[in-house]
Nanobody
Framework: QLQAYGGGLVQAGGSLRLSCAASGRTFSGYSMGWFRRSPGKEREFVATISGSGLTTYYADSVKGRFTISRDNVKNTAYLQMNSLKLEDTAVYYC????????????????WGQGTLVTVSS
């Protein structure tokens, strides 16, 4: 089971940190991904991290602004979002898969419920 939280309202240029808490599995054995769905758009890849935390991969739209990380002791993954833009407004979802990092949503096995991030001008 995955629980995403930490969303909220933030001004453009601000920061937020999303968290995704996992339970019921050996968390370190799974790659973790963050995806988002903006109003009127399809769900898109944001970032992913390997089970060990050594490999990360980002969408071009967030590279240099977002940082994905994980704490396998706490069974929690994070998405630090800096320099937020209006176009980052979306519902953010975390997901896990039992394999290598991947940027394709249907490759993920389990999903959290999503947390809303709203960036205002």
């Amino acid at each position: 089971q995955l629980q995403a939280y930490g969303g909220g309202l933030v001004q453009a240029g601000g920061s937020l940190r999303l968290s995704c808490a996992a339970s019921g599995r050996t968390f370190s054995g799974y790659s973790m991904g963050w995806f988002r769905r903006s109003p009127g758009k399809e769900r898109e890849f944001v970032a992913t991290i390997s089970g060990s935390g050594l490999t990360t991969y980002y969408a071009d739209s967030v590279k240099g602004r977002f940082t994905i990380s994980r704490d396998n002791v706490k069974n929690t993954a994070y998405l630090q979002m800096n320099s937020l833009k209006l176009e980052d407004t979306a519902v953010y979802y975390c997901a896990v898969r039992s394999g290598r990092v991947n940027n394709v949503d249907y490759k993920y096995d389990y999903w959290g419920q999503g947390t809303l991030v709203t960036v205002s001008s």
